[in-house]
């Protein structure tokens, strides 16, 4: 009888050759670098160090100095002239131009207000999801989870753009609501909050659905059968036995939605029109248009310290959840 | 279940998937439309596709991102894989706790923070080393690879967790050194993960704009920064095409990879029982 152990290690099999191959290679390199075990951690960790954490230090250098016009477009905030120690040049205008003008405390708070909004709606939307699909059987189960991923893997952009079609002034939903006549004239449903809210909800529900379903399915029914012959309602059951038990997942898929919709640039810049403001359209025209590379910077850094906190919690509720696993 | 409940789980069931995909619909639907305007239906035609083929900047704009997206995946199946390991299998090591909010970070940071702070970061580099010569694919890469070998250490770390030790650690005791061990245990066996890792790296690149729209340099566009700036202007039939290829294209892939993962996962789990059985029948001598 032939296991997948002996298929893999027969020397002339595909895998075999692969493996060797491999083998020799990982060898050289262990030679090389004196440990293989340190080599494992080392190459990822190099990686995201260096292409993931440096560059917020680079950009809380370029906040601190002036917008020039050059290549790059910006002054050194190190100058090495003579001694030892580089003179310091940084300068404070950037966030002092930052807490001064309305525009840009109006977009961060706007953001906050529409992520947490919108990540209420999700979570209203995604939970009974979510619980229907860990009711259902299981092989049901299996194809209705791949159809909460399916979209999610089809091109975001090409799905918040869908909505452009359906509520702009002649789109499919206005022509719909006339000819079944609901309204007689066509509603405003694009450029404003309300679609905004549509889009975000629409593009991140699989990602606030996942994590509870994943939590949900995991419920032990003894227990919501126990609080039934108890007497409790199904009401109160669902209160009392399984929200608290589904909390890791309502957190996670919250924080999965909230975090990344508080700096979204795509949704509110395709169906929010000039009207809605929000902070990753700020720093993409701070950029873009205005080329003004050291308050990009002031704007990311005051934006990844709003973050702070709830990437700090997420960070260390998911690594707690994994730990349990392993 | 009572049958009304069963009924009220079924009605969201319906609204929810409706909410979905109708969008989906409606996009392919109007791919099919004869008409300019895409909302009003005139009568089918396929002339949409013939003019989304004809188009050159699109054309070479999924060349480049069809590129970047293979090198992006292939890169981040081998960091991550690496990462996943690092972090289910080798307990504590020193620095473990950053290492962790550097794999969970990409997972959430809005995309402009790492757009911004990445296209700094390669000036800054340039400005210091010379390097990276000019921006474009190489650089759009990077910053791909560097979201995406976060996203793969994550499957792979949890498909590892969900995994019994006790092969590998047999494997070992009979004298396997741990390199041999890993390609001929461990890799068979997280092969799987492995497939899903780099089928999403490969699309979560291909379906990034605004990473790529920092980090991109003159004469390097992406597909979707073509599409955005088309859909910027208003909407086109032709991109109602180009997205129904993308859907058309995404489900069979995810239907025939869904399909080869279930039936290694039955085969895996029936080779670990035969070899339990085989196990059982010649008790271990001591």
């Given at each position: 009888m032939t296991t997948a152990l002996d298929r893999a290690a027969k020397p002339d099999g595909p895998a075999g050759r692969l493996a060797r191959a491999g083998g020799a290679a990982a060898r050289w390199l262990v030679r090389v670098t004196g440990r293989g075990r340190a080599l494992v951690v080392a190459v990822p960790y190099l990686w995201l160090f260096l292409f993931f954490f440096v560059p917020f230090l680079i950009v809380l250098k370029i906040s601190f100095s002036q917008m020039v016009i050059?290549?790059?477009?910006f002054t050194d905030v190190f100058v090495w002239a003579e001694g030892w120690l580089p003179e310091i040049k940084a300068t404070l205008a950037n966030y002092i131009w930052l807490f001064q003008d309305a525009l840009y405390w109006i977009a961060y708070l706007n953001s906050l207000k529409i992520a947490a909004i919108a990540t209420l709606l999700c979570l209203l939307v995604g939970y009974p999801m979510a619980y229907a699909i860990a009711r259902a059987g299981p092989t049901m189960r299996t194809l209705l989870l791949l159809m909460v991923i399916l979209p999610f893997w089809t091109s975001f952009l090409l799905r918040v753009y869908a909505w452009i079609g359906i509520l702009k002034q002649n789109g499919l939903l206005n022509n719909a609501l006339i000819w079944a006549g609901v309204i007689d004239e066509p509603l405003?449903?694009?450029?404003n909050h309300f679609a905004v809210y549509l889009g975000i909800v629409y593009s991140y529900l699989p990602f606030m659905i996942l994590p509870l379903y994943a939590n949900l399915e995991k419920l032990d029914a003894s227990l919501l059968e126990a609080s039934a012959d108890l007497g409790a309602r199904p009401w109160k059951t669902f209160l009392t036995v399984t929200l608290p038990l589904s909390w890791p997942g309502v957190f996670a898929g919250s924080m999965l939605v909230f975090i990344p919709a508080v700096g979204e640039f795509v949704i509110p810049e395709l169906l929010g029109g000039p009207d809605v403001l929000m902070i990753g359209k700020v720093l993409w025209n701070e950029f873009?248009?205005?080329?003004d590379w050291p308050v990009a910077s002031a704007v990311t850094i005051v934006l990844i310290l709003v973050l702070v906190i709830p990437l700090v919690a997420f960070q260390r509720q998911q690594d707690k959840a994994q730990q349990a696993l392993e | 279940m009572t049958g009304r409940r069963s009924r009220l789980l079924l009605t969201i069931l319906v609204f929810g998937f409706a909410f979905l995909y109708g969008p989906i619909v409606s996009l392919i639907v109007y791919?099919?439309?004869?008409?300019?305007?895409?909302?009003?239906?005139t009568g089918f035609s396929t002339k949409w596709y013939g003019e989304l083929v004809r188009n050159e900047q699109i054309l070479e704009a999924a060349w480049l991102s069809l590129q970047i997206g293979v090198i992006t995946a292939c890169i981040a199946v081998v960091g991550g894989t690496l990462g996943g390991m690092a972090l289910a299998?080798?307990?504590?090591?020193?620095g473990r706790t950053l290492f962790t909010g550097l794999v969970t970070?990409?997972?959430?940071?809005?995309d402009v923070i790492i757009g911004l702070s990445l296209l700094l970061m390669f000036v800054t580099l340039q400005e210091g080393t010379?390097?990276?010569?000019?921006?474009g694919m190489n650089t759009i890469v990077i910053a791909h690879a560097t979201f995406c070998i976060a996203y793969v250490t994550v499957i792979v770390r949890s498909r590892l967790s969900g995994l019994d030790q006790s092969l590998e650690e047999a494997a070992l005791d009979l004298g396997a050194r741990p390199v041999k061990v890993f390609f001929t245990v461990t890799l068979p066996m997280i092969a799987p993960a492995l497939l899903a890792g780099w089928l999403l790296s490969f699309t979560l690149s291909l379906d990034d704009l605004v990473i790529a729209s920092f980090v991109s340099g003159p004469g390097a566009s992406t597909l979707p920064m073509v599409i955005f700036s088309k859909v910027r202007l208003g909407v086109s039939p032709m991109i109602n095409a180009l997205a129904t290829i993308i859907v058309a294209l995404v489900t069979v892939a995810v239907i025939v990879t869904g399909y080869v993962m279930n039936r290694a996962e039955k085969r895996r789990q029936a080779d670990v029982q035969s070899a339990l059985r085989e196990a059982g029948a010649e008790p271990a001598v001591r």
């Open positions: 050059a290549q790059p477009p405003a449903m694009l450029h873009f248009s205005n080329r | 791919s099919f439309n004869k008409s300019d305007v895409v909302s009003v239906w299998r080798h307990g504590p090591f020193r970070g990409p997972l959430v940071m809005p010379g390097w990276p010569e000019g921006r």
